[in-house]
């Protein structure tokens, strides 16, 4: 197998050994990290706890100051295997992996991995269950984390962590001087859902030959939460099918993403990504009644309106195109260095109202990382955010002060520094 094409699909080794009694194998992460953050506001938003797709979570409090604020937090991801031998070459594994932050679980609500494995050398391998798509995963590492920008990796119409799904992948193929793995998933999510089924499909494929690392990814989601943030789960429209199938109409979205990887002699390593999303949009929805009334997960609505169907508050499509790009340098076995960017595009879309479609957002990365051995490194970096206007954020962020803590409506740019120690196991 070249260097390239392992490297990809099993990202950079540690030195650290995972805890092992017989067939049973515990690895898995502890990360600390923290950092200090310039036009921060905090909780200037005057319905802090709505979420950006509620016209009544666009109003900020006016007057309110802002300024300089440390953040910190860890997080801890384990993941329990087996793995047993079978007659004809065949192996079996099953897999069970949470991740906490600050004690609390990461995506609540949502196991990251409850799989069971089959695997053959020549046959490829079959995987069921419940596990991180290829969507956020595969540019998250070893992309966007290699150069500081997770941003890319978790904003977007891709869904990140599967449910009831099924996946096939296959041996390493000889294509074009390199080797080639292809890969299908089909997730059901929530199976209560009958009216609005969630249906999920997702393709990969991975060559690499020499220096040259090149992956797609295409994804498609259908009656899911819409969301703008990557490691979302796939589930189904809202936790209560029993009572909102009938009151529903569903949605869409998706994404096809590009990622390379280049190495340039044994100091250099450049990397790219492409991701164009899609979302059907999604019509906003009172579920229960009273002051405290429940909604849908609304995308892309024009408040206060009404279709030529009659329907109210109409989510309208929307498509756009985000990048992302980095530069590694190997100084030596301890020390790299890298460079990062991500830009969000505008999106495309008739919705008449703003809803953050004519915004951009330039985020910028330079950082350092040692690596100790025996799985522990640390890095510190230098961050920076511009966005195009003042005002709601891209469509392709979840939030307007995502992955920054620097709001658009408060601030058009903003910088912070980051620290982080990771010890894989």
Partial sequence: ??????????????????????????????????SRVSNHCERCQRDPDAARQFIWADDIVFGKEFGSKTQRGIQVQPTL??????????????????????????????????????????????????????????????????????????SGAAYGILTHALRYTSRELYVM??????????????????????????LWALWGQGPWVIEAVAQS?????????????????????????????????????????????????????????????AYAVALTQGAQAEWNNPFNVNWGAVD???????????????????????????????????????ASTANPRERGQSNTALFGSLGARYDFGNGLTASAALNAVHYGRKGLAPLSMPAHDAFSNIDSRVARKGHWVSFEANYKF
Avoid: C
Avoid at 1 to 13: F, H, K, R, Y
């Fill in 1 to 34: 197998m070249p260097i390239a094409m392992a490297t990809a699909l099993l990202g950079l080794a540690s030195e650290a050994q995972a805890f092992e009694y017989g067939p049973f194998s515990l690895t898995g992460f502890v990360k600390a990290y923290a």
């Fill in 81 to 154: 295997a087996a793995n047993f031998g079978l007659p004809q070459g065949f192996k079996f594994s099953a897999a069970f992996a949470q991740r906490w932050r600050d004690g609390d679980p990461d995506l609540p609500g949502v196991v990251y991995e409850r799989s069971a494995t089959l695997k053959h050398e020549y046959y490829g391998s079959l995987v069921i269950g419940n596990f991180v798509s290829r969507g956020w995963n595969r540019p998250d590492s070893p992309y966007a984390s290699d150069v500081g920008q997770t941003v890319f990796s978790d």
């Fill in 177 to 202: 001087d390199g080797n080639l793995v292809l890969e299908g998933t089909y997730a059901q999510g929530d199976t209560r859902w009958k009216r609005n089924k969630p249906e999920f499909f997702e």
């Fill in 221 to 281: 989601g259908k009656n899911s939460a819409p969301a703008a943030f990557a490691k979302t789960a796939f589930k189904g429209l809202t936790y209560f099918p029993d009572r909102d199938d009938a009151l529903l109409n569903g949605n869409s979205q998706g994404i096809f993403m590009l990622l390379t990887k280049y190495q340039i002699g044994s100091e250099y390593e450049v990397s790219a990504g492409l991701r164009v999303n899609r979302w059907s949009g």
């Fill in 308 to 346: 030529a169907k009659g329907v109210a508050n109409p989510g309208y499509s929307a498509q756009s195109t985000d990048l992302m790009l980095g530069l590694r340098k190997y100084i030596n076995r301890e020390w790299q260095a890298y460079a990062g960017a991500t830009y969000l595009g505008k």
